[in-house]
């Protein structure tokens, strides 16, 4: 079955970077699109940035300029990341992946999430 792995998350000091990795395996097609949310304590887990297989992107307006996706040169839509600078406490939050795959060619996509990685900015 299709998983999703987060990776990266760590506590960071206000002002530093910190690099998220999401891995895809057991999937038959390549991810049409991946993504990151967070979910920030006592909030509802929002969008932050989302790729389309053809390399375009999309950024929350908040995150845009301090934030990139990108994709492994070798293993393409199977394991994005996401670079993450210029942090803030207020970007402490759970990070997680999501993977929409088509399960035949030309299908429709469903939505594999992962377990979502912990990022805390704090001094």
């Known amino acids: 079955q299709v998983e999703v792995v987060e990776s990266g998350g760590d506590l960071v000091q206000p002002g530093g970077s910190l690099r998220l990795s999401c891995a895809v395996s057991?999937?038959?097609?390549?991810?049409?699109?991946m993504g990151w949310y967070r979910q920030r304590p006592g909030n509802q887990r929002e969008w932050v940035v989302s790729?389309?297989?053809?390399?375009?992107?999309?950024?929350a307006d908040s995150m845009r300029g301090r934030f990139a996706i990108s994709r492994d040169s070798a293993e393409g839509m199977n394991k994005v990341y996401l670079q993450m600078n210029s942090l803030s406490p207020d970007d402490t939050a759970v990070y997680y992946c999501?993977?929409?795959?088509?399960?035949?060619?030309?299908?429709?996509?469903?939505?594999?999430w992962g377990q979502g990685t912990q990022v805390t900015v704090s001094s």
């Open positions: 057991g999937n038959r097609f390549s991810p049409a699109y």
């Open positions: 999501k993977a929409a795959i088509r399960q035949r060619s030309g299908g429709p996509t469903s939505d594999y």
């Open positions: 790729m389309a297989s053809g390399g375009a992107t999309n950024y």
